[in-house]
């Protein structure tokens, strides 16, 4: 399996552009995560999906993000418009409610707003 | 969500025990302890967890205090591939969802 798939690895941008993230999740696994990292934050969950349904978004910042999962294998975060404070890295994970709901986390988005 | 507490940093040599604390006098009956580390530049990944009994797997041991307030995280033998922030983190039975906090960053030493 080639684990959890992120898209793209590097994004820089200018503030008020849009910037979309993706994310293939682990094939057979029920759970998504969009995560969010800075050195001033930590780590943060976003939001959550269970069965391609948004369970928890209380991390979303703002209105300026939005997250979907049209199926079980895609999921995007979109940001639009973009701030010089949404610099971060953006890091989806995937689990799957047979066994011991372990994250399986994908190796992130390092996402510069200029 | 139940808080955990965690030194912020700790060293150890290559090839000696290394024992993490994590501090949870608020964790309910329900509340699984797990442990994830990040290695530098990637994603979290998972180390283990438990309810109330220790837990071995391959890469570390869980020990579970009785009163389940505290437990601690063993790497029988650190490598310096274990050079890590490890998250002590609870999560409730009912959600699944986990709450990241600082962690603990591990140094080790040659």
């Known amino acids: 399996d080639a684990g959890v798939i992120q898209s793209p690895r590097h994004e820089v941008t200018e503030m008020g552009q849009e910037v979309t993230l993706r994310c293939k999740p682990i094939?057979?696994?029920?759970?998504l995560f969009w995560y969010r990292q800075t050195m001033m934050r930590g780590l943060e969950l976003l939001i959550y999906?269970?069965?391609?349904?948004?369970?928890?978004d209380s991390g979303m910042p703002e209105d300026r993000f939005s997250a979907k999962m049209p199926n079980a294998s895609f999921s995007t975060l979109k940001i639009q418009p973009s701030e010089p404070r949404d610099s971060a890295v953006y890091f989806c994970?995937?689990?799957?409610?047979?066994?011991?709901?372990?994250?399986?986390f994908g190796p992130g988005t390092r996402l510069t707003v200029l | 969500d139940a808080k955990t507490t965690q030194p912020n940093s700790m060293e150890s040599n290559e090839e000696e025990p290394v024992h993490l604390p994590c501090n949870h006098s608020?964790?309910?009956?329900?509340?699984?302890i797990h442990w994830y580390r990040q290695l530098p530049s990637q994603g979290p990944e998972y180390v283990i967890h438990?309810?109330?009994s220790n837990v071995n797997n391959r890469m570390a041991s869980l020990a579970i205090a009785e009163d389940r307030k505290s437990s601690t995280l063993i790497l029988h033998r650190a490598t310096l591939r274990d050079a890590a922030v490890y998250y002590c983190?609870?999560?409730?039975?009912?959600?699944?969802?986990?709450?990241f906090g600082t962690g603990t960053r591990l140094q080790v030493f040659p």
């Open positions: 994970a995937s689990s799957s409610n047979q066994g011991n709901n372990e994250q399986f």
């Open positions: 983190i609870l999560q409730s039975y009912n959600t699944d969802k986990l709450i």
């Open positions: 999906f269970n069965n391609n349904v948004p369970i928890d």
């Open positions: 094939s057979g696994h029920n759970s």
């Open positions: 608020t964790i309910s009956g329900t509340d699984y």
């Open positions: 438990g309810l109330t």
